[in-house]
């Protein structure tokens, strides 16, 4: 097993290294020259030509890729072109923020998932579970920037329950220490700006939850219907064991195991959706980071934000795997 | 006795009105409280000479002082941190002599050494603290300058490489403000991040696309500002933004949509605060390329676009028609221009006297996006598109990324394409020179326009320091260019700022920063 484990974590240095390559050569490939969308129309030839030769842009491709790369190698991702700040001070800044965010996403995701995935196969072909299945058809297709100026007309302007903007009310007075909130409060003892925080989240959480619910929940549905069906169900139940343990004991352990699967993935699939979940509600996190990179041509960010996300990815992933020969003894690793 | 008695009354009771009258235009705002400030992007560098953009200059100006600044809401010159200047007759010398007794937040005192080393820093690749790859302003807003001195401790001279009349305008820019050089020197290349300067509010916190937080300078050498606390927040949502303002939660935002300008309007607890903005939306002609080498077809384009439609239906409103390249509220604007009505049928006798009776083809190049200038994207160009159809002028959109679209229209690859100006300064100088002086082309000259009786007095108005001779040359050049038409002049969009209607005495400024030194809360 840890040979195994140590495997994967190597097989990450050429990993990493492809994506350097493809996201370097890629970011050069679309048009659009840094210096050129700072300055837009204003600033003069002059300063545009002096400010390009000085951060190194009139350098061929390749020997800028290998200065990159040389040094990625020391640990250092440079610095922003737009704000001079080093690249890993910045995702240090964002990355807590869509931590928090996906962590508690991926709670009401599982909750409410799993919940209605199991609740539809028991009831199979009943209202409940028709009614579940087109909810989840509705919340895959629903595009989550729409969903999430519906849930923050509802529940925070009309009904006025929870905030709509921001990580914390723009008023707390909060020590920032590890620049996870939820931490930092609790670490200060300031209840109030926990409160906060928590409050903050619970919005974008569930927006940001849509896709992952709809997909868990159909994929417990399916695996619970296919587990139900298996000959030790019917065994167990045979033999007289309450309905109540044969689903608890039974059914949702094997049940959940190719759910495991999903929510890794899944998992890829919040960054994407964190993108338009933190730009409808102003938190300051990675994917507003990428995106501002983007638009701005901020290659070094850009990098640096890709390179972080793919090994977050991929360790999850590895996560996955290791989760799974637990859930699963069938399954060994060497 | 009765009568002197009445008089007496009577004079009684103008002095007691008159009196009230002044105090209560006088009337003191409150002091205290927290004012929030919605921004769409956060600022990128709070030093003011490293950055080019909006968000980064309304923070900037409440934290640093020019040496001059403009009066509010107008693009006057009023002292600053200098108390008085004079310039030599030849226009070549400026002296300004600075205000005594003024430090920096961090206690540095400030004195001409000051002024110089900032301005040195920018200028001289070989300075200590001169940084590579920021200044993106410095060119623009410094590049005249042959050399800056201190005459003494309170008297900085800056001599021009040649007379340069806006020069007096530039130093009332964001971009020029003066920072601490002890600062300079104690952060290093990490001064972007930590502004010291002599400014109304003192900088004390930056979380990174959340929020800067700002406190009244309570030693501020012009009154300490009524607010204690000022926070500028970013909310990237135009309508997440305006949600918090109607929630209570902001007091001033940026960013309003064009249709949301009638919720804000029948909204009681808001007020929408308008003003004319100093801009212009256009399209170049390149008048190299055929057919706009020719006048007649150039004139016949304006003619044949609706800019009364565009602006009020396309544009709800937040615009006004353009008559020339000049916004009406700057100085020197020339009220008799008429500009182009809207007149498809002249458009098309002008075109069948340049001998395109049957019309032309020809490819226009727009961006995608909104922008400061142009609320609609390319969608402008679309309803431009349509209008020109109807004289028989088959015009095929092209749309380009932004950074390389700009790259090609400075290098000219365009035969016509969108663009705009924001003023940097409130000259004339700003607009007119940037687009129409010959030596421009291959920059901002974005027509390729060439006249050279033009350019004569383009660069005489540069070099007279009377503005009367200015204005009066200024409105000669407008008269010429827009009889030349080498654009098309679109629109000029105004200035909107929601503000919850607590905000007291906020005055919106003709280069769009945001001032909150004077303004307060009603609590």
Not at chain 1, 287 to 295: D, F, H, K, S, T
Not at chain 2, 308 to 329: D, F, R, S
Not at chain 2, 499 to 505: L, P
């Amino acid at each position: 097993m840890f040979s195994y484990i140590l495997r994967r974590i190597l097989i990450l240095i050429p990993l990493l290294l492809a994506i350097s390559i493809v996201v370097f050569f890629m970011i050069h490939l679309i048009p659009g020259d840094p210096v050129q969308i700072m300055l837009g129309n204003k600033g003069t030839e002059e300063d545009v030509a002096r400010i390009r030769a000085e951060l190194g842009f009139d350098e061929p491709l390749h020997i800028q890729y290998f200065s990159f790369l040389s040094n990625l190698v020391r640990g250092d991702l440079g610095r922003s072109i737009r704000n001079r700040n080093p690249v890993i001070y910045e995702i240090k800044n964002s990355f807590p923020a869509t931590i928090e965010l996906t962590i508690l996403s991926m709670f009401f995701a599982c909750i409410i998932g799993i919940t209605a995935g199991i609740v539809s196969a028991i009831k199979q072909y009943s209202i409940i579970d028709n009614l579940t299945m087109v909810g989840a058809l509705l919340g895959i297709s629903m595009p989550v920037f729409w969903i999430g100026m519906m849930l923050m007309l509802i529940f925070g302007s009309e009904l006025g329950w929870l905030p709509i903007s921001g990580r914390i009310s723009r008023l707390a007075d909060l020590k920032v220490i590890t620049n996870f909130y939820i931490i930092d409060s609790i670490i200060s003892q300031n209840w109030t700006a926990l409160q906060s925080t928590i409050a903050h989240l619970i919005l974008p959480a569930l927006t940001l939850a849509t896709i992952p619910v709809a997909m868990i929940a159909r994929m417990t549905r399916s695996t619970t219907l296919e587990v139900l069906n298996q000959d030790y169900i019917r065994t167990a139940r045979a033999k007289g064991l309450p309905e109540k343990m044969v689903i608890l004991k039974h059914v949702l352990k094997n049940a959940l195991i190719p759910v495991v699967t999903i929510i890794g993935l899944q998992f890829g699939s919040f960054l994407g959706g964190a993108v338009l979940t933190e730009t409808v509600f102003a938190r300051a996190g990675v994917g507003r980071l990428l995106i501002n990179g983007i638009l701005g041509r901020d290659f070094p960010v850009i990098q640096g934000a890709v390179i972080v996300i793919a090994s977050f990815f991929v360790l999850i992933n590895l996560f996955v795997d290791i989760l799974y020969s637990y859930l699963d003894p069938r399954i060994h690793y060497s | 006795m009765l009568r002197r008695l009445l008089i007496i009354l009577l004079v009684l009771t103008v002095v007691l009105a008159v009196g009230g009258t002044v105090m209560a235009d006088s009337h003191e705002g409150e002091y205290g409280g927290t004012l929030i400030y919605a921004q769409g992007a956060d600022a990128d560098a709070l030093d003011p000479h490293m950055t080019t953009l909006g968000n980064s200059a309304d923070v900037i100006v409440n934290v640093f002082d020019g040496l001059v600044r403009f009066k509010a809401g107008t693009t006057e010159i009023e002292p600053a941190l200098a108390t008085s200047w004079e310039i030599s007759d030849d226009g070549l010398e400026y002296v300004f002599n600075l205000r005594e007794g003024v430090e920096f937040h961090d206690g540095t005192p400030f004195n001409a050494e000051a002024v110089v080393f900032d301005i040195e820093r920018q200028l001289n690749p070989d300075h200590p603290y001169y940084l590579e790859g920021s200044f993106p302003y410095a060119g623009f807003s410094l590049g005249m300058i042959e050399e800056v001195t201190a005459v003494d401790e309170y008297t900085v001279k800056f001599t021009l490489e040649d007379p340069y009349a806006p020069f007096l305008k530039n130093m009332a820019m964001f971009a020029t403000m003066i920072v601490s050089p002890e600062a300079v020197k104690k952060y290093g290349e990490d001064i972007f991040k930590n502004p010291v300067g002599t400014g109304a509010f003192k900088f004390v916190e930056w979380v990174r696309d959340d929020h800067i937080t700002l406190e009244a300078n309570e030693d501020y050498w012009d009154g300490r500002p009524y607010l204690d606390e000022l926070i500028f927040t970013v909310i990237p949502n135009n309508q997440t933004r305006l949600l918090e303002l109607e929630e209570g939660n902001i007091h001033v935002m940026e960013g309003l949509n064009p249709t949301d300008i009638k919720r804000v309007k029948e909204n009681d607890e808001l007020e929408l605060l308008e003003a004319p903005g100093l801009n212009v939306g256009y399209i170049a002609l390149h008048n190299e390329k055929e057919p706009f080498g020719n006048k007649k077809v150039r004139q016949a384009m304006n003619y044949a676009i609706n800019k009364e439609e565009i602006t009020e239906y396309l544009m709800g409103g937040q615009a006004t028609v353009a008559k020339g390249p000049l916004p009406p509220t700057i100085w020197s604007y020339d009220e008799s221009l008429e500009g182009y009505p809207y007149d498809p049928e002249k458009a098309k006798s002008l075109l069948e006297e340049a001998g395109y009776g049957d019309g032309f083809e020809f490819t226009l190049r727009t961006y995608s996006a909104p922008r400061s200038y142009n609320p609609v994207g390319a969608r402008l160009a679309t309803a431009v598109q349509q209008y020109l159809s109807e004289v028989g002028i088959d015009a095929e959109i092209e749309q380009l990324e932004w950074g390389t679209y700009i790259e090609e229209g400075k290098a000219g690859k365009h035969t016509a394409a969108f663009f705009g100006w924001i003023a940097d300064n409130g000259d004339p100088d700003n607009f007119l020179n940037v687009f129409f002086n010959s030596d421009n082309r291959g920059s901002t000259n974005r027509a390729f326009y060439v006249n050279e009786e033009v350019d004569r007095l383009l660069e005489e108005a540069q070099q007279i320091t009377d503005e009367d001779e200015r204005e009066e040359l200024y409105k000669e050049v407008q008269q010429i260019v827009v009889e030349d038409a080498p654009f098309v002049f679109l629109n000029h969009m105004k200035m909107q700022i929601p503000v919850r209607d607590s905000v007291e005495n906020y005055v919106l400024y003709p280069t769009n920063n945001k001032y909150f030194h004077k303004v307060w809360l009603d609590q």
